[in-house]
């Protein structure tokens, strides 16, 4: 029986993890005959099913009021108390709209009851669900004891309280092993380890005439290794052993090319690499403003690719992460069929390595003898080749569309009782 089904979160636009597997999530369930709607306060998603609420938007004004005085510190205003219950109180009766207007059945939670970005809006969802006992799954990606930066909060009531509460009627899910025994540690709540997936049953297309001048655009010449790192620039990702990479190479023709820009976490990262970069010898292009979400013409007259029409012209890709929840440029990495050099962050020894990648791997550190797998696995096309496919079929294995898919299945029975 098909259901009307409810996603919500603060935003589903862009490139961010939750988006990204969110979409992926409403794909399999519209497959499977059920009607996907969408709340959040910046969407991109189809107007006709849509309920934007500029309010549930993170960087909204008042959200960033609130944020400014509850995070790296240890008490609160009665100001600021009353200011979270009035925007939560808003916040639930746009809910409230949003069910009736689409008449749903069931609601996703993407994210919105797990990282704290923005609490009343975690508040009013808890609340809606013990109002309503709507059936509910939670998909959670980045629990806030996951992130230094809310350590120190005064808000402590509430996280207890929303993300995630302990409502018996949702079905929570996660996207790693250490995520899901914290979570059963820290609030006795059971959950279904879902990682994030790819469509690895119908491979890339090998042939594109918009991107043959990709490499040319991004001041790249046909002799030059293009190596791609395709992340924010923000200090967990680690670039700077990106670059000692290629200073260890030290070969002229290795370039590295980072597709986003810094975006919430400020420049100051940036400029540290930039001038890493020029010690080391190293050409780095920073390409974020020939990048968006979908192909078009600037108003310069340029070109914008979207990050995978980077992963088709890319030779490698360097993913130095010092931390990540899963590992979603891996995955697509692996799906364009390029070598990846991992840093060996904690969520991949434990769910990806001991399923049989072939990886160029580090720890903590480039050495010699790094730089030379990567080496060869540009330059030899036999070992390349032995590498990626080994990696695509294993990832197909583990990682494909019809693992969510039945998985899918069975949490929406469990909720719905259908």
Known sequence: MPLNIGFVSTRFAGNDGVSLESAKWAEILAGEGHNIFWYAGRLDRDPNTSFCVPEAHFEFTENTWINNRIWKRYARSPLVTERIHESAGYLKKTLYRYVRKFDLDMLVLENVLTIPMHVPLGIAVTEFLCETRIPAIAHHHDFYWERDRFGVNAVADYLEMA??????????????????????????????????????????????????????????????????????????????????????????????????????????????????????????????????????????????????????????????????????????AVYFRLPVLINRYSIFTRDIEPLGFKFITMDGMVTPQVAGQVKKAIEDAKYRKEMVECNYETAKRHFSYSNLRRKLKVLVSNVTGT
Request: hydrophobic fraction near 35%; glycine fraction near 8%; charge should be negative.
């Open 163 to 332: 993300f995630p509460p302990r409502n018996l009627d949702i079905q929570h899910t996660v996207i790693n092993q250490p995520a899901q025994e914290e979570l059963a540690w820290r609030k006795g709540v059971p959950a279904t380890l879902i990682p994030n997936v790819f469509d690895f049953d119908n491979p890339p297309s090998t042939s594109d005439p918009y991107t043959e001048d990709l490499r040319q655009q991004l001041g790249l010449e046909e002799k030059d290794k293009f190596i791609l790192q395709p992340t924010r620039i923000v200090p967990r990702k680690g670039i700077e052993h990106s670059i000692k990479l290629l200073e260890t190479i030290a070969d002229d023709s290795y370039k590295l090319v980072i597709s986003h820009d810094a975006g919430d976490e400020g420049y100051e990262y940036r400029r540290m690499l930039s001038k890493v970069a020029r010690v080391a010898g190293v050409t780095i292009r920073f390409v974020s403003g020939r990048v968006g979400e979908t192909r078009h013409i600037n108003k310069r007259g340029q070109k914008v690719y979207t990050v995978w029409d980077l992963y088709g012209q890319a030779d490698f890709v360097t993913y130095p992460s010092v931390y990540e929840g899963f590992g979603n440029a891996l995955l697509e």
